[in-house]
T-cell receptor, first 116, second 112 residues
Framework: ETGVTQTPRHLVMGMTNKKSLKCEQH?????MYWYKQSAKKPLELMFVYNFKEQTENNSVPSRFSPECPNSSHLFLHLHTLQPEDSALYLC???????????????FGSGTQLSVL | RKEVEQDPGPFNVPEGATVAFNCTYSNSASQSFFWYRQDCRKEPKLLMSVYSSGNEDGRFTAQLNRASQYISLLIRDSKLSDSATYLC?????????????FGKGTKLSVKP
């Protein structure tokens, strides 16, 4: 299934490293999202982009920096992360932004991030 | 009170059993409701939307009780392949846009 693809699948980085997560959707959707999933916690929304414009920043620390060059691509740039940032980072897309009454999210397979 | 609350389980049931999951939500103005399924080490996938009148999709039945702010998912004739974590999701509106709020999920394990 190639609807929403994320790379890399796994990432190990030190606290001083800079890395980027990439997401690409092939569904022609207009909205893209970054979610964080930590162990024993619900999915947490981080950022929302609608037609390339950021519409939501859910109080995310500045060490996470999103970039959306076009409606099909979304990046999450990481720098000076902390061990507590270790989690599964999921990209998702939807036809419209999650504001219509029956919006469905399509998720990528995620990047499992470990910060040492 | 948490925004979306689910029994974490795990629910361990034999094949063929009927199992029900419950979910409560705190915002009485919540608009839409969904169940997502997440397999181990995989991404969540939409299982079904939940409509006010209740809806059924094969062995799966979803119910909504707005008065009690309660959603349920019933799985009949459980299969081994139903083993997964089931996420309750609620759409809340804040200002001009909606936000999807996820529960922690309920883990189901179906045994032979």
């Amino acid at each position: 299934e190639t609807g929403v693809t994320q790379t890399p699948r796994h990432l190990v980085m030190g606290m001083t490293n800079k890395k980027s997560l990439k997401c690409e959707q092939h569904l022609g959707h207009n909205a893209m999202y970054w979610y964080k999933q930590s162990a024993k916690k619900p999915l947490e929304l981080m950022f929302v982009y609608n037609f390339k414009e950021q519409t939501e920043n859910n109080s995310v620390p500045s060490r996470f920096s999103p970039e959306c060059p076009n409606s099909s691509h979304l990046f999450l740039h990481l720098h000076t992360l902390q061990p507590e940032d270790s989690a599964l980072y999921l990209c998702a897309s939807s036809q419209e932004m999650a504001g219509s009454t029956n919006e469905k999210l399509f998720f990528g397979s995620g990047t499992q991030l470990s910060v040492l | 009170r948490k925004e979306v609350e689910q029994d974490p389980g795990p629910f361990n049931v034999p094949e063929g059993a009927t199992v029900a999951f419950n979910c409560t939500y705190s915002n009485s103005a919540s608009q839409s409701f969904f169940w997502y399924r997440q397999d181990c080490r995989k991404e969540p996938k939409l299982l079904m939307s939940v409509y006010s009148s209740g809806n059924e999709d094969g062995r799966f039945t979803a119910q909504l009780n707005r008065a009690s702010q309660y959603i349920s998912l019933l799985i009949r004739d459980s299969k081994l392949s139903d083993s997964a974590t089931y996420l309750c999701v609620v759409l809340n509106y804040g200002g001009s846009q909606g936000n999807l709020i996820f529960g922690k999920g309920t883990k189901l394990s179906v045994k032979p």
